[in-house]
């Protein structure tokens, strides 16, 4: 059952993220309300199984550098959502996140525009990873990913204090210069904390590093119940326009690490993992340092450092961002929703939030309204079981001219009833 509930706003009209999912969090033994939230944690989030697991404790330091596990969604038209569980160390070490999501990229990193090659120079990650370059070794042939991965795009995370604590990002391109961004200092001052709206192609980050358990120091088996039980960590929301735009079905490829700070140093912590027993790599595999990871070639190594997320397909993704409104509005999407940042609901409006999927809150949200929240547990444009008539407008809509809907299943004729009955658009 859809409640409607009003947030009491007298003292302070600006409410933060948190303070709203407080309320929907009371709408939630009800309802089947689900909401993300940037925060640099899984916990809360309908992100489910991990889908990578840490296999080899860290020789990079307990607690300083490791990756634990891998969760993430990617969601056609919106975003690629992942969490790595973990941290990495507050001496700008680097936490490299490597994407396949279209065709092409590369699967050996070649050299930077500035030594003869298509990858742009940012943060000298080609340099240093093709072995092309002034601090380079010039040994080659270029770190080389497992078969079957070829990178098209490519995250540089790091932390630690140059004239004051910060937290740096850079996204870029892979096999050509199109992407070259590079964000100092994200979190205003912090080595921790959320932005939901980094650089030009607008990548929400949250980053949580009071991790204290999961996988322990040195280079045998590491314990993957306590890698699985670390919530904390690196979360990206990634716009999907930002990687290519892969459609519903396609397949998206993850593969990360961490590095040294001039990456030319890899420690044994992949995702996917490696195999125990396994020490760092340095930048020959064996642990010996060469000035660069152009010696790298993970097809040597047991097992995919690498993982896979598919892209779930939704109708009409809703974004609502950076607006005001203080007329009646209700929100309806398919699949996700996603309010904010910089969203202000004034009386006299009432004001509906609706999604098949899921409601993510971003940024601050500003409300002295009714509001009414519901989410039914898949998306409207898959076939599955009967959805409850009450978990938004649409599904009553339809099961009042086709009952069956909330009755016996969400069949291909409900599917077909998005469109025909709420004019919704199923791509």
């Not at 009491?8 to 009209?13: A, E, Q």
């Not at 590369?106 to 030594?115: A, E, L, V």
């Not at 630690?160 to 391109?173: A, E, K, M, Q, V």
């Not at 993510?360 to 444009?381: E, I």
Request: aromatic letters at 8%; hydrophobic letters at 40%.
């Amino acid at each position: 059952m859809v409640q409607t509930r009003r947030f009491d706003t007298s003292n302070d009209r600006t409410r933060s993220v948190a303070r709203a999912l407080c309320c929907l969090a009371a709408l939630a033994a009800a309802q089947h309300v689900s909401a993300d939230v940037l925060d640099g944690s899984r916990a809360g989030d309908p992100y489910g199984p991990a889908i990578a697991v840490q296999q080899v404790q860290t020789q990079f330091g307990d607690n300083l550098s490791e990756l634990n596990a891998a969760y993430g969604v990617a969601t056609e038209g919106a975003f690629l959502k992942v969490v790595l569980t973990g941290q990495v160390e507050n001496n700008f070490n680097r936490l490299n996140i490597f994407i396949d999501s279209v065709v092409g990229g590369q699967s050996t990193i070649g050299p930077d525009t500035n030594n003869g090659g298509l990858n742009p120079p940012t943060d000298f990650l080609a340099e240093n990873y093709s072995g092309k370059g002034a601090s380079a070794s010039e040994n080659g042939p270029g770190f080389t990913f497992d078969s079957g991965f070829e990178a098209d795009y490519a995250i540089i995370a790091r932390n630690g204090n140059f004239g004051g604590n910060r937290f740096d990002l850079s996204f870029l391109s892979i096999g050509n210069d199109s992407v070259n961004e590079t964000s100092n200092d994200i979190f205003g001052g912090s080595l921790t904390g959320v932005n939901a709206s980094v650089g030009a192609s607008g990548i929400g980050v949250g980053y949580d590093n009071s991790n204290v358990a999961g996988v322990t120091g040195g280079t045998s088996a590491a314990n993957t119940a306590a890698a699985l039980a670390v919530e904390t960590g690196l979360e990206l929301w990634i716009p999907m326009a930002a990687i290519g735009n892969p459609s519903r079905g396609n397949t998206i490829l993850i593969s990360a690490h961490i590095n040294a700070s001039n990456h030319d140093f890899l420690s044994n912590q992949f995702l996917g993992a490696l195999v125990a027993p396994q020490g760092n790599l340095g930048g020959d595999g064996a642990g010996n340092f060469n000035n660069d990871v152009s010696l790298i070639d993970l097809g040597s190594f047991g097992g995919n450092q690498f993982f896979a997320l598919t892209v779930v397909p939704h109708c009409d993704s809703v974004v609502v961002a950076n607006a005001a409104f203080d007329v009646n509005r209700t929100f309806q999407a398919c699949g996700d929703l996603t309010v904010g940042p910089n969203v202000s609901l004034t009386s006299p409006g009432v004001f509906g939030f609706f999604a098949g999927q899921r409601i993510s809150f971003v940024g601050d949200f500003d409300t002295d309204t009714n509001l009414s929240a519901g989410t039914c547990g898949q998306d409207l444009c898959t076939t599955g079981p009967a959805l409850e008539s009450s978990c938004m407008p649409c599904v009553g809509d339809i099961c009042s001219v086709d009952p069956p809907c909330c009755s016996n299943s969400w069949s291909d004729a409900c599917v077909a009833a998005v469109e025909s009955v709420c004019l919704l658009d199923c791509p």
